[in-house]
């Protein structure tokens, strides 16, 4: 009996396909709008993940605090209070697992007939298990290198292409404000930040080369930040309090004063950003189903119009023994297939869009099939909704009044 009702159901819509296509149509652009719509957000929330894995895990910046010249107060970091024996207090520190110092700035860097200008990042090897940085090729530099203040270099993938180009940089010299560096490794590929700077458009050098050779200070042994990794994510309040109680001790902070230094929680801005874009997602998800909706008013318009069109075929229906659920169930065949026809081509229509989208406007996409199986069933269930109320006009007919309708 069912698949009867599906084969009146099709051929009732090809008697009628511009008419049925254009009832479609609602549902094809919903589906499709939603379906590029979630790619687009699950896309931004993935590039919001890898933005925050490249940063690194559990993360604190601890800056230079501010300071009061001639009435005018300056910002973070304008005074260099901190150093490096703070950050190997901070080191000590049971809810701390690593601690890198940092001294940077930017410079021309010079390869033969190449040059680029970057930032120089001091530091010490601990860098890269704070920032969760691998080496592509080589090796880093060591304690020792600190120690004297030797001038080898780590360099970012975005500068040596810039001044290497398919060459192997490793183990050649470059100059820094002319003075000679050599590269012991490239760092791999990180991409850019949250605030989109390119994270492989850096050097990194002994954080004594970069003090006493490259960028000096008046305040011997300071450092412009010093990033801090706590040891796991339920420790990260404990090691905030632990730091700011050590470095106002070791500052010799009085109880009314302010710090000289911040702190800031890498972690907490990251989730911030990555619930910022969750939000983003379900938003233009939103948006986008609002054309479903549309679509299954159009579906509930011509079906009223179907059902006032083949009021007679209704009461002829029920005259030789239809019963009520009979007629109520062929109509609602209709517009459920009506909602799956256009559903099927709303999703091919979503990922082609999402896929246009990806290649002409450098877009990130990502297809889930939890929102394509969404989509389809909310399609679905639009249609049958909408659907219902013609339906159960056509079932509630009374014959006669049906059979007399010309």
Known sequence: MIWSML???????IANRMRSFLTMLGMIIGVGA????????AGAQEAVKQSIASMGSNLFIVLSGSTTSG??????????????????????????AEVAPIASGMAQVIYGSNNWSTTIMGSTPNILTVRNWTIES??????????????VALIGKTVAENLFGDEDPVGKMIRIKQS???VVGVLALKGQSLDGRDQDDTIIVPVTTAQHKLFGSQFQGTVRLIMAQAVSADQMDEAENQMTELLRQRHHIRNNKENDFSIRNLAAMAASAADTAKVM???????????????????????LVSVTERTREIGIRVAIGA??????????????MISIFGSMIGILLGVGGALIAEKFLSMSVIFTSQSIFTAFGVAATI????????????AKMEPIEALRFQ
């Open 7 to 13: 084969n009146e159901a099709l051929e009732a819509m």
């Open 34 to 41: 939603v379906i590029i719509m979630s790619a687009i957000g």
């Open 71 to 96: 009435g005018a107060r300056m910002g973070s970091g304008a005074t260099p209070t901190l150093t490096i024996s703070d950050g190997e207090a901070v080191a000590d520190l049971p809810s701390i």
């Open 138 to 151: 080589g090796y880093s530099f060591t304690d020792a290198d600190v120690r004297g203040a030797t001038r």
């Open 180 to 182: 000679p560096y050599q």
């Open 281 to 303: 997602s379900l938003m233009l998800g939103a948006i986008a189903s609002i054309s479903l909706l549309v679509g299954g008013i159009g579906i509930m318009n011509i079906m």
């Open 323 to 336: 019963h009520e659920r009979d007629i109520l169930l062929q109509f609602l065949l209709e517009a459920l």
């Open 383 to 394: 249609g049958i909704f909408f659907g219902f109320y013609p339906a159960r006009k056509a």
